[in-house]
């Protein structure tokens, strides 16, 4: 039996890395072995837990991933695996050249995300396929209406979800679906293409990605009406 791989989790969102660590410490051969919030923290745990990999993400408070990559490059043995929502090439460029050994988009599947730690653990290169480029594209700042199809998954778990997202800001969005959602539940979401007014959520042109806590739920006539706000 192949001995257990340690993994050393770097994510400032206390849900999502919750959900992380369940994933990894399910599987029989990995084990989470430590945590931190930020790149600073990163470092220092680094050098304290000796392990085989670390999925760093890149957007933290006070020392952000980028800066600590290339530190935790040069200063641990272990692998680096960047799990993060930024999927435009130049910030997988920059990352695999700033010491990652792989780069993995946050609204994968377990599956798949399972397959890029393996990946990077055997010593080949995982980089997850960008779906889109949309360089110039931004969210503004006031809601806007919006209505575009949007599907939705509970991380690590193995359901999606069709929803409709009525308006959206930089910071979050509000979408209805006639799905249960749960209030304070770590979700991805995949905003698509799709007619004004059509209900026909077949998956279609996939647009952006987000990762986002569902803040609050209101179940109306059958539909739950669902206010989400990202992670950056």
Excluded at 82 to 110: M, Q, T, W
Excluded at 169 to 174: L, M, V
């Amino acid at each position: 039996m192949d001995a257990t791989k340690k993994i050393i989790i770097v994510e400032d969102n206390d849900l999502y890395r919750a959900a992380l660590r369940e994933l990894i410490n399910s599987q029989e051969n990995l084990e989470v072995v430590a945590e931190a919030a930020d790149g600073e923290e990163a470092i220092k745990v680094a050098a304290a837990f000796p392990a085989d990999l670390v999925l760093l993400d890149l957007r933290l408070p006070g020392t952000s991933g980028y800066d600590a990559l290339p530190r935790l490059s040069q200063n641990t043995d272990a692998k680096i695996l960047v799990l993060s929502i930024l999927e435009s090439h130049h910030n997988i460029r920059a990352s695999l050249e700033a010491g990652a050994d792989g780069y993995c988009f946050k609204d994968v599947s377990s599956q798949e995300l399972l397959r890029a730690i393996a990946t990077v653990l055997s010593g080949e290169r995982y980089v997850s396929r960008p779906a889109l480029d949309y360089p110039e594209e931004r969210r503004a700042e006031p809601r806007q209406a919006c209505d575009h199809g949007i599907v939705w998954v509970y991380f690590n778990r193995e359901s999606t979800v069709a929803a409709r997202m009525l308006n959206c800001s930089r910071i979050g969005c509000y979408f209805e679906t006639s799905q249960p959602v749960t209030a304070g539940a770590t979700i991805s979401i995949r905003l698509e293409h799709q007619p004004a007014g059509s209900h026909d959520h077949a998956p279609g042109l996939v647009r952006s990605y987000a990762v986002a806590d569902v803040k609050w739920c209101d179940p109306r006539s059958r539909r739950y009406g669902v206010g989400a706000r990202y992670h950056f």
